[in-house]
């Protein structure tokens, strides 16, 4: 029997689960498919790393099945856990009676289900990821609010002009395969092995690099001080979730920067108690507290935010900044999110205001300031008028992982990092200085070419302008210009309007284009991939959770991502106030679409091809009829939305002329729930306005999730009426 694999994950995405994926097993049932559930999120792969709670380790098993042809896998978003969102994980499942011990005495354990855990396990395949027609089509007639830009504006993004990732990079080509150790000679001679049996195979691109401790530590002081100068909000941008080793640690600085005094009177106290900053201000507020003098301290800290620089704000009314932990604020959704609303973000008094945006490592955050530049010059984009961006992504087998592997290390001591080679040779060396950050990363020659084949077809079927962003003052970028300079070489690109350029230029032509209501595909690496997924659905549609991401599987498979658009923590946040869940399912519709005609493609399942066509037409009309979730309560939210789509999908399935029999059968099925569709929305709007129960918030009760998410017995047994 055929199987689509349907990822169980966390948060939001996880709540609308239980209500979309019965709807899913109902209609694919009749289709001989079989929906199959994987547990991928925080919380069961934390227990999968103790064969004792015989939790199975799904992920792994699917990362095996993404390596076959039969691969047919729906990926929801999930938590890339910070440390901190690691601990309240642990801290749960200990509470409802899972034996663990805790995250200090076993952190390797743990730390395997921190950060991008998920995502280079299942990408063996390039992303391809687009606005679908009929989401952009909907845009321009439903324009979201985009805030007005002065030529005044202040706000701007800060990034260091050397001793960052970018300007120490060094990268070479590797000839055959081969094992690599990753050492540091110290200055006194003595040999520290930092990584041992690192295998490589031929063409590999292997990339060194390292930040600078103290030249960070110089460009953040003067950041903080230029914030104050200029009366402008100041706020760091990182991903300390995917970048799981690095940006923590760059985030720690940034919190000792911002509270320079403090840590010159107390700082060897608070680094002695482990608050140094890399867990948030919150954890050291929480930290304070078993500290005799840490009244005094706190104070020492309000006092700082007082005279500070104005900090951006995360929540407002609950005090909590910009700098309180370091997973709230994401560099590829929130950059976006403050050039939608004017170059703002909030201050302390739940107000706008200009923004010094902090980005120390200077590889893309060029990019951003070229965007912020284009609106203070030309104002706001017009969602009715611009045009489209897809993006093409090298990611497939952890192609360019930066930051999110065991390639990341925060130097012990003065000496020189190494690359060696089996024979002894040295590839990349570095000069290093205690506490300084390094990190490598390896991207496969066979995603390479597959990344070039990738780019060509959809600049062929597309018509599409289509630019490779590629820095030839990057060590690696100028290694992959030869290499897709060579690859578009083994392929069709007659009539094919294709250049490379540097991310900043590449920027600059996009939005000019955008301007203009051209469309320009981005083929970027796995960084930029994240960034410019993010980066132009926020503007073109409102948000990146309503693109199309399909991951064509480089052995035959096929992975389909619901969107860009993170697990949406404040979602949850709702529902447990006021039952209400704006989670807006859309990228999961257009993703199962993809899955159903992947089935019919590659396996000849004609009855999962009229599935597909009859769901996009449904969620068309979804959009047009303006049944999508709305953010307030006693509203539709995400339940009812589903209950639409049903009732749509049953509509275009029973009218179809493809297939008479399906038809036939579904003309039963539609007729009994338009029978009782405005009674059942209706009791999903009735529920609304009391706190919900879900029993956990990283590991739901099920009965209680369940409860919450499938209200109406009489649409529960429709829905099972189709399974028979």
Not at 650 to 656: D, F, R, S, T, V
Request: glycine content about 8%; some cysteine; proline content about 4%.
């Amino acid at each position: 029997m055929a199987k689509i694999i349907w990822t169980r994950t966390d948060e939001a995405p996880l709540l609308a689960s239980y209500s979309f994926k019965p709807i899913v097993e109902a209609f694919a049932s009749v289709a001989g498919i079989e929906v199959e559930t994987a547990d991928i999120s925080l919380a069961a792969r934390i227990l999968a790393q103790f064969p004792e709670t015989e939790v199975p380790d799904a992920l792994s098993e699917l990362g095996e099945l993404a390596k076959t042809p039969e691969a047919n896998i729906v990926k929801l978003p999930n938590i890339s856990a910070s440390e901190v969102q690691l601990r309240k994980a642990i801290a749960e499942l200990q509470a409802v009676g899972f034996d663990l011990p805790e995250y200090d005495d076993a952190k390797d354990k743990y730390d395997v289900a921190k950060g991008s855990a998920v995502n280079p396990v299942l990408r063996e395949g390039n992303s391809d990821r687009r606005a679908p027609q009929a989401v952009k089509n909907f845009a321009k007639a439903n324009p979201h609010r985009m805030g007005a830009w002065s030529k005044d504006s202040k706000t701007n993004v800060a990034t260091m002009d050397a001793n960052d990732f970018r300007h120490n990079e060094k990268s070479v080509i590797i000839d055959g395969d081969d094992t690599l150790t990753i050492k540091l000679v110290g200055t006194d001679g003595a040999e520290t092995v930092l990584l041992d049996g690192l295998k490589v195979l031929d063409k590999e691109v292997i990339d060194g690099t390292f930040m600078s401790a103290k030249a960070l530590d110089e460009f953040l002081k003067a950041q903080v001080a230029r914030a104050k100068e200029e009366g402008v909000l100041f706020s760091a941008h990182l991903k300390a979730t995917m970048m799981k080793v690095s940006d923590p640690i760059i985030f720690g600085h940034v919190v000792r920067a911002f509270f320079a005094d403090v840590y010159d009177k107390y700082g060897e106290q608070l680094l002695e108690a482990g608050l140094n900053g890399e867990n948030g201000l919150g954890a050291i507020y929480s930290g304070l507290e078993k500290l005799d003098n840490g009244a005094e301290i706190k104070a020492a800290f309000d006092a700082a935010l007082e005279n500070g620089p104005d900090l951006a704000m995360v929540n407002s009314n609950k005090g909590i900044t910009n700098l309180h932990v370091p997973s709230d604020v994401i560099i590829d959704a929130s950059m976006p999110a403050m050039i939608r609303t004017s170059g703002h973000m909030w201050n302390k008094n739940d107000e706008e205001q200009d923004t010094l945006a902090v980005i120390p490592d200077s590889s893309y955050a060029g990019v951003y300031q070229a965007v912020i530049e284009d609106c203070r010059e030309n104002g706001a984009y017009d969602p009715t008028t611009m045009g489209t961006s897809p993006n093409v992504g090298l990611m497939a087998q952890k192609a360019e992982e930066y930051g999110s592997h065991n390639k990341t290390f925060k130097i012990p001591a003065d000496g020189e990092v190494q690359v060696v080679n089996s024979a002894g040779d040295v590839l990349i060396s570095h000069n290093v200085e205690a506490n300084d950050i390094w990190r490598a990363c390896q991207t496969k020659d066979a995603p390479i070419q597959d990344w070039v084949k990738l780019a060509v077809n959809r600049a062929r079927l597309s018509g599409m302008k289509t630019i490779f962003w590629l820095d030839t003052e990057r060590a690696h970028d100028r290694n992959l210009i030869d290499l897709v300079n060579k690859y578009l070489g083994d392929h069709d690109t007659e009539g094919l309007d294709i250049e490379i350029l540097s991310p900043i230029e590449a920027t600059k032509v996009t939005v000019e284009r955008i301007r203009r209501g051209e469309d320009t595909i981005s083929v970027t690496g796995n960084v930029l991939r994240d960034y410019n997924t993010d980066l132009f659905p926020i503007l073109e549609l409102g948000t990146s959770a309503k693109m199309l991401s399909v991951v064509p599987l480089m052995a035959g498979g096929g992975l389909f991502e619901t969107g860009a658009g993170g697990s949406a923590p404040k979602h949850v946040e709702q529902v447990q106030e006021e039952n209400h869940l704006r989670w807006d399912s859309l990228g999961e519709f257009l993703a199962l679409a993809e899955s159903f005609r992947h089935e019919q493609q590659n396996h000849g399942n004609e009855r999962a091809g009229v599935l597909a066509a009859a769901l996009d037409n449904a969620t068309e009309r979804l959009l047009t009829e303006g049944y999508s979730p709305s953010r307030k309560v006693k509203e539709i939210d995400n339940r009812g939305s589903h209950l639409y789509l049903a009732a749509f999908w049953a509509e275009e399935l029973a009218k179809q002329t493809d297939d008479a029999e399906l038809a036939e059968g579904f003309q039963a099925f539609s007729a009994k729930l338009n029978e009782n569709l405005d009674a059942i929305a209706q009791e999903l709007i009735d529920i609304q306005g009391q706190p919900a129960d879900l029993g956990g918030y990283y590991w739901f009760d099920e009965s209680k999730a369940e409860e919450v998410m499938r209200p109406s017995s009489v649409y529960n047994e429709i829905l099972e009426s189709l399974k028979k």
